[in-house]
């Protein structure tokens, strides 16, 4: 993104984890932040990060986050949108950036009764590095070239793919308890719970690494980790059997129907 084509006013409507992380992104190290402008709940979030960054200005309501920005990310918790958005007049003009997990196009749109462009998006934490390759629909040039900028984009064809998307991120935090369910065993085990979760985290940040190695195949990467007959493949086959893996395709499309 050129600095001609960057979006210079940028409003976010709900500033917890994700909207912290967007913030961060746009403005950490840059050179020539966009003007962000947040809404004010979360008194002491919005004040940190307004100190922290000269671009950023907390509004005095959401209406005037909306009337400030060209771009308005909306991330509340999905019950939260009524009270949020309800009776905020949003011109035709602004793009409106929807990353609320589970909150359609339609629905949003009912909402806030705009003829607005409404795009939605999957950002990951890792908008905080400028490293999420962000999942959006439908493709807009203003909201492409934002998450362009904050890691990458992957415009997809339609809501049905874009939820298939958002089921995956789902998964995210089953990992992480699954590095925490090896730590406890390994602890339980009478090794050092320290010991252990150091261990833990380097095998698995290693795993991080080798995929970002993209000339080979996540079966290649398995195959090429494990020895035939060895631990690994024992482990795998007596754990992570079909009928796990089909728990596991079922459990998502069980989300799936939910979105
Ligand atoms: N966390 C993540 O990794 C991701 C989250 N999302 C989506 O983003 C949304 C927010 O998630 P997350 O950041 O985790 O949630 P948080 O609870 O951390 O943040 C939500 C924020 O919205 C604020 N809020 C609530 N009501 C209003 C209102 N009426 N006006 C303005 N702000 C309001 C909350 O303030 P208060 O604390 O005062 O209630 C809070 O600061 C969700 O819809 C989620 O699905 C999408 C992608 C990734």
């Known amino acids: 993104m050129t600095e001609e084509d960057a979006v210079k006013r940028i409003?976010?409507?709900?500033?917890?984890?994700?909207?912290?992380?967007?913030?961060?992104?746009?403005?950490?190290?840059?050179?020539?932040?966009?003007?962000?402008?947040?809404?004010?709940?979360?008194?002491?979030?919005?004040?940190?990060l307004s100190e922290r960054y000269a671009s950023v200005r907390v509004c005095a309501g959401n209406q005037e986050v909306v009337d400030r920005s060209e771009v308005v990310i909306i991330a509340v918790r999905r019950h939260d949108r009524h009270d949020a958005l309800a009776g905020l007049r949003v011109a035709g003009d602004k793009v409106v950036v929807n990353v609320m997990a589970g909150v359609g196009t339609d629905d949003l749109r009912r909402t806030l009764a705009t003829d607005a462009p409404l795009v939605r998006a999957i950002p990951l934490p890792t908008v905080r590095e400028r490293r999420s390759v962000t999942v959006t629909y439908p493709s807009h040039p203003v909201a492409d070239s934002l998450f362009e900028h904050l890691g990458g984009v992957l415009p997809v064809a339609d809501e049905a793919a874009f939820n298939v998307f958002s089921a995956l991120t789902g998964t995210l935090t089953t990992h992480y308890s699954y590095l925490a369910t090896l730590t406890r065993w390994t602890a339980d085990h009478g090794i050092d719970p320290g010991d252990a979760d150091r261990y833990v985290r380097g095998l698995f940040q290693g795993v991080g690494r080798s995929l970002g190695d993209e000339t080979r195949s996540l079966h290649q990467l398995a195959a090429d980790h494990e020895t035939p007959k060895g631990n690994n493949e024992r482990i795998r086959t007596t754990w992570f059997t079909p009928a796990n893996a089909q728990a596991l395709g079922k459990a998502l499309d069980d989300l799936l129907a939910d979105l």
């Open 11 to 48: 409003g976010i409507i709900g500033v917890g984890e994700i909207g912290r992380a967007i913030v961060a992104g746009l403005c950490d190290g840059a050179d020539r932040p966009p003007e962000v402008f947040l809404s004010p709940r979360g008194a002491g979030t919005v004040a940190e």
